[in-house]
């Protein structure tokens, strides 16, 4: 089992750049491909980001490609998502999760949430 808790969102401006971490607890964290989503309100919650379990391979949402950097350092138990040239689109609650089987950019194939951490950027 992992339990994951996330931080470092905020309220920054159009263009500004952010870096969420999840913290992993659970001696398995290294054996899970990690990703993250986000949900606007009103909206499903939405693939973003993810790596394999060494962090070699990467997966991103198309609109995040070019813009969004996930990372994990597994020695720490950390998941990060670099977050550059936000846009207001972007805001949203952002969730870490580990993926239990199949297609990555479902959430439904997710097993572990954190509580996530609200991102906002203003216009």
Known sequence: QV????????LVQAGD????????SGRTFSSYIMGWFHQAPGKEREFVAATDWRGV???YADAVKGRFTISR??????????MNSL????????????????????ASNYGYWGQGTQVTVSS
Request: with cysteine; charged share 20%; net charge positive.
């Open 87 to 106: 846009k207001p689109e972007d805001t949203a609650v952002y969730y870490c999760a580990a993926n239990l089987r199949g297609l990555l950019t479902s």
């Open 3 to 10: 339990q994951l808790v996330e931080s470092g969102g905020g």
């Open 17 to 24: 750049s952010l870096r969420l971490s999840c913290a992993a």
């Open 57 to 59: 391979r990467t997966y």
């Open 73 to 82: 350092d597994n020695a720490k138990n950390m998941v990060y998502l670099q």
